[in-house]
């Protein structure tokens, strides 16, 4: 079918705003913006951007992160706020509550084990006494018969080594948590205190109770009395 003789008025309207659309011609010399200006502008906003806020009235993110509250920290796990506002020993025993999951498992969440099987963290003098026995514990593992809190455990397989699979951080963490829990008073243990005994041990078997009866009563030096006020500054020489 070939185009109508007389386009009616609905084809005008469409042809004259089809040609209201086009633009006029650049002038011959003038040019579109190149992309990489484009760019470059916006590099320097943000930039620029950036500097002006902490320049102009000490805006900050500390200041301004909307989740620290005052003197509570950043409530988010593992939040800013939570190196930046809590003193060492929180931080460690807040951060050794969430390690302890690992443990938890067979010592149970409060610390009581299950008779017979696992043994007492809770009340324990392998968790409250020497930290050199304590951190070679877990750092190495443990195996036969031993006796916690008067009683007696000796379960097939024993204690398996953690020492691979946890930084000497946050073992040092979890061993500050367990030795101030459920009625337990002990001292900070140190990520220093964990990797010393590191450098020095590098036992390939899990311990037995007679292999470590010369640490039972040792302490590593640089521990830390726990508490609020606990920085590693505090620290006396060596609490024996
Ligand atoms: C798979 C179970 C299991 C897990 C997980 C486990 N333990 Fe043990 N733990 C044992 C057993 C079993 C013994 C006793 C070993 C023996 O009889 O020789 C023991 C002994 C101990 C002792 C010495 C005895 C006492 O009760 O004080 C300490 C301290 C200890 N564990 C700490 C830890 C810590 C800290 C963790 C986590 C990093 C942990 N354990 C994870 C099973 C476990």
Redesign the pocket.
């Known amino acids: 079918m070939s185009a109508p003789a007389h386009p009616d008025s609905t084809d005008l309207d469409r042809i004259h705003a089809a040609v209201k659309r086009e633009k006029e011609d650049l002038a011959p010399e003038s040019q579109p913006a190149p992309l990489w200006a484009t760019f470059l502008l916006m590099l320097v906003a943000i930039i620029a951007g950036g500097q002006l806020g902490p320049m102009t009235g000490g805006w900050s993110f500390d200041v301004s992160n909307p989740f620290a509250l005052a003197g509570g920290g950043d409530p988010r796990p593992g939040g800013a706020g939570a190196g930046g506002t809590l003193d060492p020993f929180a931080l460690a025993m807040k951060k050794g509550a969430s390690?302890?999951a690992?443990?938890?498992?067979?010592?149970q969440g409060n610390g009581m084990?299950i008779p017979g099987?696992?043994?007492?963290?809770a009340g324990?003098?392998?968790?409250t006494g020497g930290t050199e026995r304590?951190i070679r514990?877990?750092q190495h593992?443990?195996?036969?018969?031993?006796t916690?809190?008067g009683a007696g455990?000796?379960?097939p397989?024993?204690?398996?080594p953690?020492g691979a699979a946890?930084s000497s951080q946050d073992?040092a963490n979890?061993?500050t948590y367990?030795r101030n829990s459920w009625g337990n008073e002990g001292t900070m243990i140190t990520k220093e205190m964990v990797q010393k005994v590191r450098d020095e041990e590098k036992r390939a078997t899990?311990w037995?109770?007679a292999d470590l009866k010369p640490f039972a009563d040792k302490n590593v030096p640089g521990d830390i009395p726990a508490g609020p006020g606990a920085t590693a500054a505090a620290a006396p020489a060596a609490a024996k």
Do not use: D, R
């Open positions: 390690g302890y690992v443990c938890g498992g067979c010592h084990g099987q696992f043994p007492p963290l324990s003098e392998w968790v304590l514990v877990t593992g443990l195996v036969g018969a031993i916690v809190k455990y000796n379960t397989g024993g204690m398996q953690f946890m073992l979890v061993l367990i899990q037995t109770e």
